[in-house]
């Protein structure tokens, strides 16, 4: 059997629960690998020993009184540093809210401490959520534990890296272009992107909040199914938060056996894909088809378009929401500022990096005068194509089956021209634009042991359709036990 640090939490939770390990022994070797491998890393921008090893023992202290909590009892979980923990930093790892304290938890945190998880540590990402690599991080970059010298993904660097590393048994995510899936498919891990309105995005730093969505880092689709039971579901708090009857999603694993209808759509297998990630998906599409599955072709016609509008939508609303950064209420103050005027343009220009102000100024262009009709009114038209073609393809299938990314890890400060760095989302992002739910999950590695991710796209508020259509092609495979070698 693996080390502690790299067992499922459907594994671990079964050795709780037998009494064979005490959450106190699982948390310090979580721990203990932390401290090791964080100097190489730097998965984490905060973790907090006493705080978790607190928790461990109250979770001891449930389970011999007979009050376990559910399968995350005991469990430690880490969170990316855009998820409000109460009385632990909340930084979106910019330089702007460095000294900041969270004075409230986030639903998901609420939810999560409600079964019992050990939340032991922030996660590094990129600037306020935006970026694909998690350089844009005024902590510092995050390695991928594969291979020390390339990225881990963005802006969930952090989260998928602690993951791989096994300085976490599963963490949390934001997906807002596709923050989730594509680091969890550099990390080879699964990433979970939930549709948009089944997770609360109260406390979740806002980067576009037509977007953003809060969803889970697993080792398995089973575990990421149990941390969706827990985190799912309507939330006063979030305006957009759905009314939905939410389904046991680990339960329904085992009732849904397909096979099923499944999709490929033709505008994600053209110019641009690498070679071995184009083969390692073709090789799943087969697997798929070999278990009986019908593949169909389809078509989204209006993916030549995603790029533009997505990149024109998120930076509009990223300029609304981080208007209220401005050195008077909260986050960082200039000390040089001459007047109040002064201190809005200095604070501002101190605490925002190079890629945050990118798109502040992108943002505040597209809305402004005279270019809100030629640009944003007529990209949120645009985004409704998109959807549309979505929809129009789940009259023909259950599912679509792309590459989650179009290249594998990519070295440290090799993407310096930020386009370069935008079309690392091009197979994600029209998912954000659509509202939908999708996953990835470990389909190989390259020649050079990178590991490779295939992208399943579901129907709306269907993720018990997704969970077990990803966890058919995860059996027939071991790559979900395959770590890196720290």
Known sequence: MSALHFQTIAALADQLAEKKLSAKELTQAV???????????????FFDEADALFGAVASDTRRAAGLALGPLDGIPLGLKDVIAVKDQPLTASSKMLANFVSPYDATVTTKLKAAGAVLHGRLNCDEFAMGSSTENSATGPTAN????ARVPGGSSGGSAAALAAGSAIATLGSDTGGSIRQPAAFCGVVGLKPTYGLVSRFGLIAYASSLDQIGPFARTVEDAAIVLNAIAGHDERDSTS???????????????????KLGIPREYFGEGLDPEIGAAVERAVAFYQSQGCEIREVSLPHTQYCLDTYYIIATAEASSNLARYDGIRYGHRSKNAKDVVDLYFQSRAEGFGAEVKRRIILGTYVLSSGYYDAFYLRAQKVRTLIRQDFLNAYKEVDALITPTSPIPAFKLGEKSDPLAMYLCDIYTIGVNLAGLPAISVPCGFTKSQLPIGVQLIGQPFQEANLLAIAQ?????????????NL
């Open 145 to 148: 534990p594969w291979d020390l």
């Open 242 to 260: 759905f009314r939905t009857a939410i389904p046991d999603y680990r339960a329904e694993l085992a009732k849904r056996r397909g096979p099923w």
């Open 31 to 45: 721990l203990a690998r932390t401290k090791a491998t964080e100097p190489r890393v730097h998965a984490f921008n």
């Open 472 to 484: 058919a092609y995860e059996r027939g495979h071991e790559w979900s036990t395959k770590n890196p």
